[in-house]
């Protein structure tokens, strides 16, 4: 199983320049989220989803947009890139509670590093 | 709203020595609560997780943890470190089960020594 896969792996933007991060599972996860991990910080939720179509902001949305057209996939869009979104970005995906099963264990993927000059 | 608080960023130990990482957590109702762990230059992986059945409760690679409610503490034990335990270890807490409301300590790096 290829669980959740996250492009890409490293990408250096300059002040101003927008990139997507894709992210998509096979484990047919209707739950899907984006982090940002920072040094001293721990995980930060930016955005999630809990299914197709239906979007909501987490603890640090700002500068940051996302879709769910698919359940596969949860692209991360940085409309123009800020040296503060400088940082280690993380997929996850998860069950939903109509699933039956409990919440909160999260499947991640390997992470994209983003530096912005 | 809930939080939890990791005591110490940086653990050290012995190969062969108990490894105890400490997490502490409040919550307005009865909590769901999750250790992971992170490799260096992985994502995040399930160690294990309370969900009020058992309040010890036992994970991967030998790692165990007792849900303490008169403390609010979810520590993180294992009686004998080798040196693959090294890693990241975040301690997680859900006031729902739900994971959009999941949230995660600021993580205690453990280094085995020889």
């Known amino acids: 199983n290829a669980g959740v896969t996250q492009t890409p792996k490293f990408q250096v933007l300059k002040t101003g320049q927008s990139m997507t991060l894709q992210c998509a599972q096979d484990?047919?996860?209707?739950?899907m989220s984006w982090y940002r991990q920072d040094p001293g910080m721990g995980l930060r939720l930016i955005h999630y989803?809990?299914?197709?179509?239906?979007?909501d902001q987490g603890e640090v949305p700002n500068g940051y947009n996302v879709s769910r057209s698919t359940t596969e996939d949860f692209p991360l869009r940085l409309l123009s890139a800020a040296p503060s979104q400088t940082s280690v970005y993380f997929c996850?995906?998860?069950?939903?509670?109509?699933?039956?099963?409990?919440?909160?264990?999260?499947?991640f993927g390997e992470g994209s590093r983003l530096t912005v000059l | 709203a809930q939080s939890v608080t990791q005591l110490g960023s940086h653990v050290s130990v012995s190969e062969g020595a108990l490894v105890l990482l400490r997490c502490n957590y409040s919550?307005?109702?009865?909590?769901?609560l999750f250790w992971y762990v992170q490799y260096p230059n992985q994502g995040l992986q399930l160690l294990l997780k309370?969900?009020?059945?058992?309040?010890l409760v036992k994970g991967i690679n030998g790692f165990e943890a007792e849900f303490k409610k008169s403390e609010t503490s979810f520590h993180l034990t294992k009686p004998s470190a080798h040196m693959s335990d090294a890693a990241e270890y975040f301690c997680?807490?859900?006031?729902?089960?739900?994971?959009?409301?999941?949230?995660f300590g600021t993580g205690t790096r453990l280094q085995v020594t020889l």
């Open positions: 996850a995906s998860s069950y939903s509670r109509r699933s039956g099963r409990v919440g909160g264990e999260l499947f």
């Open positions: 484990m047919n996860h209707e739950y």
């Open positions: 989803s809990v299914g197709a179509g239906i979007t």
């Open positions: 919550s307005s109702v009865p909590p769901y």
């Open positions: 309370y969900t009020s059945a058992a309040t």
């Open positions: 997680a807490v859900s006031p729902t089960g739900t994971a959009s409301k999941l949230t």
